[in-house]
Structure formats: C-alpha cells, structure tokens
C-alpha cells in the first residue's frame, strides 16, 4: 500500500483594486514536510486580470508573482527569507496581506503523489474550466 501525504497548500491570487476586492487565481503554493516539498507555480491569465482592470501593470506583477517561487526554492538567491526553513517560508508566503499579491486561507490535503498535486491543483483552483465542444 503507498503512504499517504498531508500537505498544506493557499492559492494564490491577484487583486488589481484592493478596495473592490475582486480576484484571480493566478497560482499555487504547496508545503509537505513529509517530502521535503515546498513548491509554487503561477499561471496568469491576462484577460481575466485586465476584465477586472484594463489598467493593470502586468510586467509589475509578474515580477511580484516571481518572487514566490524563488522564496519556495530557497537560497541566497530569495534573500533574508530565502535562509529560512521550507516551513517558515511556507508560513511567511502565506501571512495575511492587504496588497495586490494575496493567498487563500491554507487548506490541508493527503495525497499519494506529490509529484502531480500542483498540476491537479492548478486545474482544479487556478485554470479556467473548458465547456465540452458542441456536437
């Protein structure tokens, strides 16, 4: 029988106007301790970000979204942060924040394959859904 994982994962999401407080799911975040497992991926969608503001700075974004992934890899190459434990990270990417780049509130799951968690959770949380092509 194959082990079972728990892991920890938030949402990732963009908030143009904060002040409306409408979003897109734009990415992931993962922390298992059991597989040593912190991992981000982000996928943007840039018509549904400008449907919600045809003013959005999408280069300035994206350099934000990047740093997500740097901190979940970890190293020098994220800063102070970057030094910190998977968990510590994990816990500092998904603190409360009143800004442009946000998270969900952290959902816990068990898996039995980390290695195609991120993939289910982008198609299931961030990925538009497909209608089925008309007969």
């Known amino acids: 029988m194959r082990d079972h994982f728990t892991y920890d994962y938030a949402i990732i999401r963009v908030v143009p106007r904060v002040e409306r407080a409408e979003f897109v799911n734009v990415g ?3 922390s298992c301790q ?4 912190l991992e981000a991926r982000i996928e943007l969608d840039n018509a549904r970000l400008f449907a919600l503001d045809p003013h959005l700075d999408l280069d300035a974004v994206r350099e934000h979204l990047a740093a ?3 901190i979940c890899r970890g190293g020098d190459a994220a800063g102070p942060i970057g030094r910190l434990s998977r968990r ?3 816990d500092w990417l998904v603190a409360p924040r009143s800004t442009m780049i ?3 509130p952290v959902h816990s799951g068990r898996c039995v394959d980390t290695a195609t968690l991120i993939e289910h959770l982008l198609q299931t949380m961030v990925r538009t859904p497909r209608t089925p092509a008309s007969k």
């Open 34 to 37: 059991q597989d040593d497992l």
């Open 28 to 30: 992931v975040i993962v």
């Open 88 to 90: 510590e990270r994990f």
């Open 68 to 70: 997500i992934p740097a």
């Open 102 to 104: 946000q998270t969900s």
